[in-house]
């Protein structure tokens, strides 16, 4: 079939439709989730601010690793997935899809979503029990509701379409650098392919894996809270804590590559704008117990080295599994890098065959 540039704008469009029918499909055959809310009420004499603190305090509490693992254990939660991923993947995922806290004035919306009625409810109501637990002064307004169908998400139609013109573009850009020629030697190109996914292979298998260990602290004195990291990151501290755990052996400077495998990041404080504020202390290491232990000693430094009155929300986590590399798409990465290379060879092997 002869190709003009005409049949780019096609080629283009026929990849957008691939993708947004793809996505259209694969939303479809996933399980509905189903929406369970329930309503609560702070005290309404007081201030904007003082509410949204009694908020902010029983919602880091409530989503704490420690208070989600209780629930999720006691309540049966996500069962299928505790067989085949750690609990500290689950949780996170928990906090970050199913849970949903929404403050309105005085009120505050909390929901959960599941794949299964009954189970939303019931974690709802959980969710509720543990914010009620840390802030007494909430009053439920409406209990967990009986769960709700959640609509289909669009945002999964036009990220199907967004990759699918994405495709369509490197297709076409393809194609533009091969029109004209002889048809593609399938077996050249076969050969880079194959030469990418084994580098690809060969890298993976070559790359260590990466253990991440985490914590979360929270302080009401947020005007301390820069100075607080400031210390904890400056070099003496660091190098004395890599030479105590020997994190970096040999490494005559550790504080340098220690400051590259931490982490710390200050969470979003519900409503936004509030002093009541939260920070995850994260540390990598190739070594899963001297991840941990390195942690353990960060956050010992911020609790009782510095003038912040931190309060620990979740202890330094074992991590069960490694969080890189993702060695499957370091893989994927490879074989289209060969097979890429291997149209663009194809071209310009012909063209210098051509010319001698």
Not at 163 to 175: I, N, R, S, T, Y
Not at 275 to 301: G, M, P, W, Y
């Amino acid at each position: 079939m002869q190709l003009t540039v005409g049949n780019v704008p096609k080629i283009i469009a026929g990849f957008t439709l691939a993708g947004l029918v793809a996505a259209g499909a694969w939303t479809l055959s996933q399980p509905h989730r189903y929406v369970s809310t329930s309503v609560l009420k702070l005290n309404a004499d007081e201030a904007p601010l003082q509410r949204m603190q009694r908020l902010q305090r029983a919602q880091q509490e409530a989503l704490s690793r420690t208070s989600l693992a209780y629930i999720i254990q006691r309540d049966d939660l996500y069962r299928d997935a505790r067989r085949e991923e750690p609990l500290e993947n689950i949780i996170q995922d928990m906090r970050n899809h199913d849970i949903i806290i929404r403050p309105h004035g005085a009120n505050v919306e909390v929901s959960f979503a599941a794949s299964d009625p009954a189970t939303a409810q019931k974690a709802t109501r959980s969710i509720v029990g543990a914010l009620n637990h840390s802030e007494p002064a909430l009053e439920v307004l409406d209990a967990a509701a009986a769960a709700k169908q959640e609509p289909r998400d669009g945002y999964i139609l036009l990220r199907g379409a967004l990759v699918g013109f994405g495709l369509g573009l490197l297709c076409a850009a393809v194609w533009a650098i091969m029109r004209r020629r002889q048809p593609w030697t399938i077996k050249r190109v076969s050969a880079f392919a194959a030469a990418g996914a084994l580098a690809g292979g060969i890298i993976a298998l070559l790359m260590p894996n990466q253990y991440i260990s985490s914590a979360i602290l929270r302080t009401a004195d947020d005007t301390s809270l820069q100075s607080a990291i400031r210390h904890v990151t400056e070099s003496d501290t660091l190098n004395r804590i890599a030479r105590e755990y020997s994190l970096y052996p040999g490494d005559p400077n550790p504080a340098a590559r220690m400051r590259d495998d931490l982490m710390i990041r200050q969470l979003r404080p519900v409503g936004g704008g509030f002093r009541l504020t939260a920070i995850t202390v994260a540390f990598r290491h190739t070594d899963r117990n001297k991840a941990e232990a390195a942690t353990r000693a960060l956050v010992s430094q911020l609790t009782t080295h510095t003038d912040v009155g931190f309060e620990i929300l979740d202890p330094a986590s074992h991590p069960r599994v490694p969080s890189s590399p993702n060695r499957p798409q370091i893989l994927a990465i490879g074989l289209i890098g060969g097979l890429l290379l291997g149209l663009v060879s194809t071209r310009f092997h012909r063209t210098a065959a051509a010319a001698a």
